[in-house]
């Protein structure tokens, strides 16, 4: 195993002490420590800025539409580069690409808490979404390098998915808690002193893989680029301009042409940005489309709930945290339950179960909620439903890698990710676009979980007619 460190190696003829034996382990888990510091901040800019909408738009007047462009401009920017940056990782080292995101990301970070207005910030969330695409892939390689024997590796990629999950599912009661004390700029100038020392850990204890060059295919990457901007512009402006509008109607086109352009692109380029052989096997499209609706209905709903708690039920940025903390804190339940299901029933199984149980649990809402309906019955039938997705997603993922093989797993990890954050962008567009047509909250509500279930429900019927049965089961869990 070959970390960097300043401390030299202890000779394999000293005697085991309790001192040699405590340094050795913190300094073997500083690595995973320099990781976990990156993926922690971007995890939680995903979800923690929502709880703060309601606070930005009353501070700097911003309207629904930059409110949605405030939470998707870091998602398109993330989704847009994912695929590009994990070919820089390989073509110019894991390490540099790692640090150069995290210095991207930490100095956005600080623009996002100095933005005087909504254009400035949604410019720097931008350049957030750029340095975390820039990391993120890069971030999981450097995690298998610095950790080569199989039983630590092991552990520490359990701690590191531990980590993630902790961070994401905390994230409105961290952002709650920073905004009721200091304002809604201190989620993300806490970024700073978390960002220096992130720079500083990973540049001393972690080791770059050898370089694996390969084709880099930009024009592809431009074209999904354009494709996803012109369609966000499109998604997120058409309440303002309407949906028939001269700028609408062209971004609109400008998207179908750039995805178009992509796709026959792809098919004739000799370096594809996903592989043939891996496009093309059975169930990895199905897989793939799975991820981007669980996507559009996870972060759709975590972005209607931060505003529903606190524009509908008048809770305060600290209330809302602790409020959404039930509802999204059983997704690591579901996570940690992933395991044994998929061992047991198979990935198919598991996903097609968690789909179903999130669409009924969100049909649910719409036949029962009323305006006078306890928020309890509300928390109950969303936890439900997140459960089950909780365990879906883990399922996917593994399915997807194993669609993949050893040949393409790192390609087909990368698809997924990209896709899910392309879902991500859309959901919260189109649950901005359901409250921009409903400002009655007793009107949206239900008609955005009714948006939420019929993407779960499109997913029951992905996961019984296009993914295939017995794959994705795995040896029984301990």
């Known amino acids: 195993m070959r970390i960097c460190s300043s401390s030299p190696a202890v000779p394999a003829t000293l005697p085991a002490t309790t001192t040699t034996t405590t340094t050795t382990t913190t300094t073997a888990a500083l690595p995973l420590l320099a990781l976990a510091i990156g993926c922690v901040m971007a995890m939680l800019d995903v979800t923690v800025v929502n709880v703060a909408l309601p606070t930005i738009a009353d501070q700097l007047d911003t309207p629904l539409s930059g409110l949605v462009w405030i939470v998707d401009g870091y998602t398109l920017a993330f989704a847009a580069l994912l695929l590009a940056a994990g070919a820089l990782s390989d073509r110019y080292g894991a390490k540099p ?27 720097a969330r931008l350049l957030q979404g750029v340095g975390a695409a820039l990391f993120m892939p890069s971030s999981l390689s450097l995690l298998m390098h610095a950790y080569q024997a199989p039983s630590v590796r092991s552990r520490m990629v359990a701690a590191w998915s531990a980590i993630i999950t902790v961070a994401a599912t905390a994230g409105p009661l961290a952002g709650g808690v ?16 978390l960002g220096l020392a992130g720079l500083w850990l990973a540049h001393v204890y972690l080791a770059s893989p050898a370089v694996r060059p390969r084709p880099l295919n930009l024009a592809s990457h431009l074209l999904g680029i ?57 169930g990895y499209v199905a897989t793939n489309t799975f991820g981007f609706l669980i996507s559009f209905s996870v972060y759709g709903l975590i972005f209607l709930l931060s505003l529903y708690v606190q524009q509908a039920l008048g809770a305060d940025a ?14 690591s339940i579901g996570n940690l339950a992933a395991g044994r299901l998929t061992a047991r029933w198979g990935a198919p199984a598991t996903m097609l179960a968690g789909a179903a149980i999130a ?22 039938m969303l936890a439900v439903g997140n459960l089950a997705t909780g365990a879906a997603i883990p399922a996917m993922t593994a399915l997807a890698l194993q669609l993949g093989g050893p040949a393409h797993a790192n390609s087909a990890a990368a698809t997924l990710n990209a896709n899910r954050q392309a879902g991500a962008l859309v959901g919260v567009a189109a649950i901005g676009s ?19 279930a019929a993407a779960y429900a499109a997913n029951v019927v992905i996961a019984i007619r296009y993914i295939p049965r017995g794959t994705g089961q795995e040896s029984a869990a301990p």
């Open 97 to 123: 690409v790692y640090l150069a995101g995290l210095a991207v990301f930490t100095l956005a970070s600080l623009l996002c808490g100095a933005a005087p207005d909504t254009g400035l910030l949604v410019a």
């Open 178 to 193: 920073l905004i009721s004390q200091f304002g809604w700029r201190s989620i993300f100038l806490i970024n700073l002193p």
């Open 226 to 282: 354009a494709m996803l901007g012109c369609a966000s512009y499109a998604l997120i402006q058409g309440n303002v301009y309407g949906w028939m509008s001269p700028r609408i109607l062209a971004a609109s086109v400008l998207a179908m042409l750039f995805g178009a352009a992509l796709v026959m692109r792809e098919r004739r380029h000799a370096h594809p940005i996903v592989p043939r052989t891996l496009s093309r096997t059975p």
């Open 318 to 331: 600290l209330q809302a945290g602790l409020q959404l903390l039930p509802v999204f804190g059983v997704f």
């Open 359 to 380: 669409a009924l649990a969100s049909m649910g809402i719409c036949v029962f909620y009323t305006p006078e309906a306890s928020y309890l019955l509300l928390v109950a």
């Open 434 to 452: 359901v409250l921009h047509a409903l400002p009655d909250w007793h009107a949206s509500l239900p008609a955005a979980m009714a948006l939420i």
